[in-house]
């Protein structure tokens, strides 16, 4: 008879400390993840930002560096949302720098080492006077070799979505400069993404509703967007995707009326999970979800990791999960 042995799992967070919007990859055998340290994203960003995590078993995460040197302070103190890309024997980190949640804009740095450091490349990727809220951006390398960049803007037109933040696509022309805008992924349109009624933005006052944080999987021959929606604050940001037959669009979502069906909060366990990333582990088999979520007090934001499934209904995840399930048989 054989011996079932029990696979290993994570003990979610699988890092203590304040890590939001976690990027995770692996390179030459060991494992990197980058995110959005308490400092980044209140403003208070002073040396280096966004923290460096490593791991050489996927499970064990240690603080291992701060990645990007500050570029001109005139850019602003907020830092949100890093992501890496490795092109041609460089390492290329993403990120948007604003004032406070006002005026960011997407931009690039570049180092020889995945834990960096990055220094900035002196340039803009969205003309901040077209375009003066970009965030999230997340690069994408498709089956021919060819870069995108998707990321998240702000609309104020509902005719065809409702007004907030919503996602877009564009070519990278090469790995620091892309084609223009791009085109819209998706727009908000379900009560669950709201972000805020009432809200004061741009001399106006909106029904404000957000999509961020992209990630897109190319998974048996369609482009699957995850994004995040709602309001990350709260106990109703959750994970959710469109689905599209080419990376550029049109992606649909149609389905989450009821809330996000990928990753969505526990009452009393785990608040607000979001912003995630995909990676495969170390069995060249299993996709697992690396995500963060509020500790339950809502006091830090913290990085968890747990399974992604392909169902007949789409992709789902195990979690989130927030116990100790080494014992757990497969």
């Not at 400390?17 to 993840?33: H, L, Q, R, V």
């Not at 389905?255 to 996000?260: F, L, R, S, V, W």
Request: proline share 7%; hydrophobic share 30%; glycine share 10%.
């Amino acid at each position: 008879m054989a011996i079932t042995q029990a696979r290993k799992l994570h003990t979610n967070p699988v890092y203590a400390s304040y890590f939001a919007d976690p990027f995770a990859w692996n390179f030459n055998g060991k494992y990197y993840a980058v995110g959005t340290g308490a400092a980044d994203a209140s403003g208070q960003a002073l040396g280096k930002a966004f923290t460096v995590l490593q791991s050489a078993d996927f499970y064990d995460w240690n603080y291992a560096a701060n990645a990007l040197l500050r570029p001109d302070p005139a850019l602003g103190n907020s830092y949100w949302a890093p992501e890496v890309a490795y092109h041609d024997g460089k390492f290329y980190l993403y990120y948007s720098v604003g004032h406070g949640d006002k005026n960011h804009q997407l931009r690039v740095a570049e180092s020889d080492s995945p834990q960096g450091p990055y220094r900035d490349m002196g340039r803009t990727l969205i003309d901040p006077q077209q375009c003066p809220f970009a965030i999230d951006p997340h690069p994408f390398q498709d089956d021919d070799g060819q870069w995108y960049l998707f990321y998240a803007r702000d609309f104020l037109d509902t005719a065809n979505g409702r007004a907030g933040t919503g996602l877009m696509v564009t070519c990278l022309e090469h790995m620091t400069q892309v084609a223009g805008e791009g085109n819209v992924v998706l727009r908000p349109r379900s009560d669950w993404q709201r972000f805020q009624k009432d809200r004061p933005m741009y001399g106006g006052v909106w029904d404000w509703h957000t999509l961020e944080g992209p990630f897109v999987r190319k998974h048996e021959g369609r482009y699957y967007c995850f994004y995040s929606g709602g309001r990350w604050e709260t106990a109703d940001y959750g994970v959710d995707y469109g689905v599209s037959e080419n990376v550029k669009g049109p992606y649909s979502d149609f389905g989450n009326e009821a809330g996000p069906r990928v990753l969505r909060s526990v009452p009393g366990h785990v608040p607000g999970p979001g912003h995630n990333s995909i990676i495969m582990g170390p069995d060249g088999e299993t996709e697992y979800m690396v995500y963060h979520a509020w500790d339950p007090e809502m006091k830090m934001r913290r990085m968890s990791i747990d399974r992604l499934f392909w169902t007949h209904d789409g992709p789902r995840c195990e979690g989130p999960t927030w116990t100790d399930r080494s014992s757990i048989q497969p």
